[in-house]
T-cell receptor, first 114, second 114 residues
Framework: AQSVTQLDSHVSVSEGTPVLLRCNYS??????LFWYVQHPNKGLQLLLK??????LVKGINGFEAEFKKSETSFHLTKPSAHMSDAAEYFC????????????FGKGTTLSVSS | DSGVTQTPKHLITATGQRVTLRCSPR?????VYWYQQSLDQGLQFLIH???????AKGNILERFSAQQFPDLHSELNLSSLELGDSALYFC?????????????FGPGTRLLVL
């Protein structure tokens, strides 16, 4: 069965410092992994996705994630946080049989202080 | 703006009632997905339709049903509503049914059951 675990429910950083949001996955086959972001009272926006191509994936707004099979991890990073990065971040694995479902982690709230 | 539209944005109703949520996918997308976001359960997959056919079911209650019409829009029907059905309901769409396909999310319908 597919699942993801987000290791931190809340991360606080200062503006201009690096961001690290941690995610471990469990999958019975080579997974497709995603990071989505949800700003307050907004919908979900795709940040980036991994689909068995390059293990280092670059996304929007300076975010990137590295797929590490040996560690079953897909951590999200950004070199320098901006105030506008404050949001809820979801690590997601795709589960595909006859149809497709996205399995979401519980989310990590990122706070950015000035 | 993802191109996925959902109506209504907000819905307030009473226990025991029935409501219909509507979703229009992005132009060209054949797949529609429904997700529920609540404080206690997080984001959960409900159901996936592809070109009018049900493809996958998740944690969808028997009181809930969905369909996708020939013009590809979809409706999620929630009946015999309970307080616990209060949640944010998202619709997403994608081109096909592939494992790594990006799902584009609508802004959501916020349902409050009183």
């Amino acid at each position: 069965a597919q699942s993801v675990t987000q290791l931190d429910s809340h991360v606080s950083v200062s503006e201009g410092t690096p961001v690290l949001l941690r995610c471990n996955y469990s999958s019975s086959y080579s997974p497709s992994l995603f990071w989505y972001v949800q700003h307050p009272n907004k919908g979900l926006q795709l940040l980036l996705k991994y689909t068995s191509a390059a293990t280092l994936v670059k996304g929007i707004n300076g975010f990137e994630a590295e797929f590490k099979k040996s560690e079953t991890s897909f951590h999200l990073t950004k070199p320098s946080a901006h105030m506008s990065d404050a949001a809820e971040y979801f690590c997601v694995v795709s589960y595909n049989q006859a149809g497709t479902a996205l399995i979401f982690g519980k989310g990590t709230t990122l706070s950015v202080s000035s | 703006d993802s191109g996925v539209t959902q109506t209504p944005k907000h819905l307030i109703t009473a226990t025991g009632q029935r409501v219909t949520l509507r979703c229009s996918p992005r132009s060209g997308d054949l797949s529609v997905y429904w997700y529920q976001q609540s404080l206690d359960q997080g984001l959960q997959f409900l159901i996936h339709y592809y070109n009018g056919e049900e493809r996958a079911k998740g944690n969808i209650l028997e009181r809930f049903s969905a369909q996708q019409f020939p013009d590809l829009h979809s409706e999620l029907n929630l009946s015999s509503l309970e307080l616990g059905d209060s949640a944010l309901y998202f619709c997403a769409s994608s081109v096909g049914t592939g494992d790594g396909e990006t799902q584009y999310f609508g802004p959501g319908t916020r349902l409050l059951v009183l």
